[in-house]
Structures are given as structure tokens and as C-alpha cells.
């Protein structure tokens, strides 16, 4: 059996110090572990040969656009994989979905990993819209993007469990999974939002997820890998 992949999204946590530190404990990671730090110490995990993803890039090649990070600069660092369209980076950022589609088609056209966050507000969620949500998301994130693209990774975070350590039922989550693979059977699937060492062991056991995108908790060096021997040891 394939090991699920596991996406650590790293925020903007912990300074240098902290970093180096964590680094220095880190013996090895499972090669399924992707671990996305900020975007300034991404060279630090890469010496350590840690699989390296990055938490938001922009869509033009190269240029004057102050502070932001091209493709091709992180193409030419070795970083695989790039989170897209976090419903932090669409709140504070007010990044759209139109955004997104443009930074997907850049990805895929650099043969980079797009990880794409698609998920519903509580208000969303309250008034059963979750899946147009989900599905007008989709629709403009991929427009023009083929089917036949295998290299695609959908995170399904609902907005309004992430960091609030409320989460979707099992059920739910296997229902709202079932829905993007039906949109387009290439895609794989992950889920997000507060988890956490007390609820993996319920949300591993959701057959159709193909990996999860952990938060706050991959800070935590103990935590993250506690985590990760559960998922690990249940593909085995």
C-alpha cells in the first residue's frame, strides 16, 4: 500500500534559532513527508535533504514585484511542491480563485506540485452550500487545466475548522472527498484543519483520503512525528 502524503504547512512560526534547532533534531523524515516552512529558511531544510515545499508563490516568471517569489526561483532551489489558494491567503490576502488558476497553470506548466485548498466557511457550511462552494472553487482554480494532469493535489480544509479544533465528521469528509474525485478521478485528495495528535487516529481510518496538510501541530517536532508513525504504521 502507498503511504498517504503528509504536507507540514509550518506558517509563519519560529524564528531562526528555533529553526536551526528544530533542523538540528530532525535524524530523518519518511520519504510520503513534506514539510513547508517560510519561505526564508527553505534553504536550511534543503541542506538536510528534507522533501521542501513552499507556502505561496507568484505567477510571473521573473520581475520588479517586491517580496514576491517566482517559480522559477523555487524550481531552481529543488522545492517540489507549492501550497496554493490557503484560506489564509484568500482572508488576508484576498487572493481569488482566478489568482490560483494562474498560479496552477505556471506550476504545472514547471512540472511542479500545486496543492490546492478548497474548503467552506461556517456560514458555507450552516446554509448546505459546501459542495457549490467546493465545486465553484474547483471549476475556476482548473479552468483550462487537463484532466489528464496527475501532478495535482487538492487539500480539503474546511475555513471554519482550521485552527478552532472543530472538525468535519469522518462521514462528511468522506462524502466531500468523493465529490472533488468526481470532479476529475486524477486528482488526489488531502485533508486539513486542526489536526492534531488526539484526532488522527479517527481521521486516518477515512479509506478515500490520499493525505492529510497538518498546521500548527508540524511545529511541534515531538507532535509532527507522533503523527506521522500513526499514519505511517496504519498504511502498513
Not at 514539510?35 to 513552499?54: A, D, M, Q, R, V
Not at 487545466?145 to 475555513?159: T, V
Not at 490520499?210 to 507532535?223: M, W
Request: glycine fraction near 6%.
Amino acid at each position: 500500500m502507498e503511504n498517504k502524503i503528509i504536507i507540514g504547512n509550518m506558517k509563519m512560526y519560529m524564528n531562526l534559532p528555533e529553526i536551526k534547532d528544530y533542523i538540528d533534531k530532525i535524524e530523518s523524515l519518511p520519504n510520503n513527508v513534506i514539510l513547508c516552512p517560510t519561505s526564508i529558511y527553505i534553504p536550511y531544510f534543503i541542506e538536510k535533504n528534507i522533501n521542501t515545499g513552499i507556502q505561496n508563490i507568484y505567477y510571473e516568471d521573473n520581475g520588479a514585484y517586491t517580496g514576491e517569489i517566482s517559480i522559477e526561483q523555487i524550481k531552481s532551489m529543488n522545492v517540489s511542491h507549492v501550497i496554493v489558494g490557503h484560506s489564509e491567503r484568500r482572508l488576508y490576502f484576498h487572493e481569488s480563485d482566478y489568482d490560483i488558476n494562474k498560479k496552477v497553470k505556471k506550476l504545472i506548466e514547471q512540472s511542479l506540485i500545486p496543492i490546492i485548498c478548497v474548503g467552506e466557511t461556517e456560514e458555507e457550511k450552516n446554509n448546505n452550500k459546501t459542495i457549490d462552494i467546493i465545486r465553484e472553487q474547483l471549476e475556476i482554480s482548473l479552468n483550462g487545466i487537463s484532466n489528464n494532469q496527475e501532478n495535482i493535489i487538492i487539500a480539503y480544509e474546511p475555513r471554519w475548522s482550521i485552527g478552532t479544533g472543530l472538525i468535519p465528521s469522518n462521514e462528511e469528509i468522506t462524502n466531500i472527498v468523493a465529490y472533488i474525485k468526481s470532479f476529475n478521478s486524477n486528482l488526489k485528495v488531502i485533508y486539513g484543519g486542526s489536526i492534531n495528535e488526539s484526532n488522527i487516529d479517527t481521521i486516518k481510518q477515512i479509506t478515500n483520503i490520499d493525505g492529510f496538510l497538518i498546521g500548527h501541530a508540524c511545529i511541534n517536532l515531538d507532535k509532527l512525528k507522533s503523527i506521522i508513525n500513526k499514519i505511517n504504521t496504519f498504511d502498513r
